[in-house]
């Protein structure tokens, strides 16, 4: 890895063992040492420095492989490959599976897309009373409105709009999106989305924002924004003053491995969270990047040290060209197994499956009610120890004596 002079703290190691996972190390400027730091903690620098084509990444990457080469040769025509400086210099040249590497570098088989694959996987064109949103639930509404991002995911579940590669020609209109909120009483919620809404100016947000509560019957907004991990510049101490005024303000970052976790990362959260944004975060689950109990577990507690409540796990959406990132959700449910009782119950996520074409998440979670009936409850805990808890239907117990039973019994 490249190694960074800005601090003393030590670089990541490339190992798997808890207390590497866990260790905060900065990002550091890596092939970038010759920036100034002006530049280097502009976040307007960062983006304009992207790698965003396979003649930047060659250099800067020698270990690139054929499939990976191929890959970024066809980006741009699907989902754009567009990677911070910042976030570059978390990929390990000579791990070809980095969990950094595999999130952004376009492969070449995101050109193969399964039957049962979609271009819009939750439905979410379906569910849109007016262009760019979402009205998928009774009283809560997904706000699109931008199709751009600080970097691309490679999994992404809008990249149809996101990046504007493949010509869907995303263009919200403000207005016709607000004035929709305005008429339904009914949406007390509000997540702001896209594509990656910190990519505003402080400004443009601010309006934004003002329109938003503006609104009587609008209780609650939330921003989802990758920004914070991605380009953690962004967060600038003018930014969360700004933001502090709209509270209740919620933000949902989007992170995946603890390596995305770094000091620039952690210190960028804990001004959001100075600034009295309760913060979460989801992770999609993909594979060979977080698909292991011990990674991910790391991962949530480390988000509890950067102030974050770990929200969801998703299960990866059936996007097109995304075989190749996703487990099983026999693997999902083991690394659910693997973290509840295990850890903290503030670290552990709901992990949940959006139903195709527009069903909703749907909690998917190891099973812990072993039977049920009128007498009694039958519950597993996280070390397979069985118990029985008398049911209580009208607050009179039919069964007078808990405790713990032999599995045999269950028969
Ligand atoms: S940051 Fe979010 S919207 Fe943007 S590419 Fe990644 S998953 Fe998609």
Avoid at 50 to 76: F, Y
Avoid at 247 to 256: A, C, D, E, Q, V
Wanted: proline content about 8%.
């Amino acid at each position: 890895m490249w190694n960074s002079e800005e601090s003393a703290e030590e670089p990541f190691a490339s190992g798997s063992d808890a207390s590497s996972l866990k260790h905060f190390a900065p990002a550091g400027k890596g092939p970038w040492e010759a920036v100034p730091d002006a530049d280097w903690h502009n976040w307007k620098w960062q983006l304009k420095h992207r790698v965003s084509s396979l003649k930047q990444l060659e250099p800067l990457l020698p270990t690139l492989t054929s499939a990976e080469r191929a890959g970024a040769i066809l980006a741009n025509t699907k989902l754009a490959m567009g990677i911070t400086p910042h976030f570059f210099n978390l990929i390990d040249p000579g791990d070809e599976d980095c969990p950094i590497r595999r999130q952004v570098i376009p492969r070449l088989e995101e050109t193969d897309t399964a039957p049962w694959e979609m271009s819009d996987p939750c439905g979410e064109d379906s569910h849109s009373p007016v262009p760019g949103l979402v009205h998928r639930y009774p009283d809560r509404v997904l706000f699109l409105v931008t199709d751009r991002c600080a970097a691309y995911c490679r999994y992404c579940t809008r990249s149809r709009l996101v990046s504007n590669a493949s010509g869907y020609d995303f263009h919200p209109h403000f207005e016709d999106q607000i004035a929709y909120i305005e008429r339904t009483p009914a949406v007390r919620d509000v997540l702001l989305s896209g594509g990656d809404p910190l990519l505003f100016s402080d400004e443009k947000l601010e309006y934004l924002l003002t329109r938003l509560r503006a609104i009587p019957h609008v209780e609650f907004v939330r921003i989802g924004s990758r920004i914070p991990v991605f380009l953690p510049q962004r967060i600038t101490p003018e930014l969360c003053e700004m933001l502090r005024q709209f509270h209740p303000l919620f933000l949902s970052i989007h992170s995946n491995h603890p390596r995305e976790l770094t000091t620039e990362v952690r210190d960028a959260l804990g001004r959001l969270a100075d600034a009295g944004i309760p913060l979460g975060n989801q992770t999609v689950l993909l594979r060979h990047v977080n698909d292991d109990v011990e990674v991910m577990k790391a991962h949530v507690q480390k988000l509890l040290m950067c102030r974050v409540r770990p929200y969801y796990i998703y299960q990866c959406d059936l996007i097109a060209g995304s075989a190749h990132l996703r487990t099983s959700v026999r693997r999902g449910i083991e690394i659910m197994q693997g973290l509840r009782g295990h850890t903290s119950g503030y670290a552990v996520p709901t992990y949940v499956i959006d139903a195709p074409g527009g069903g909703g998440k749907v909690p998917v979670s190891p099973e812990y009610v072993l039977s049920r009936n009128n007498e009694r409850v039958v519950i597993r805990n996280y070390e397979g120890r069985v118990f029985e808890y008398p049911e209580a239907e009208d607050g009179t117990p039919l069964f007078d004596r808990p405790r713990e039973i032999e599995a045999p019994e269950l028969a």
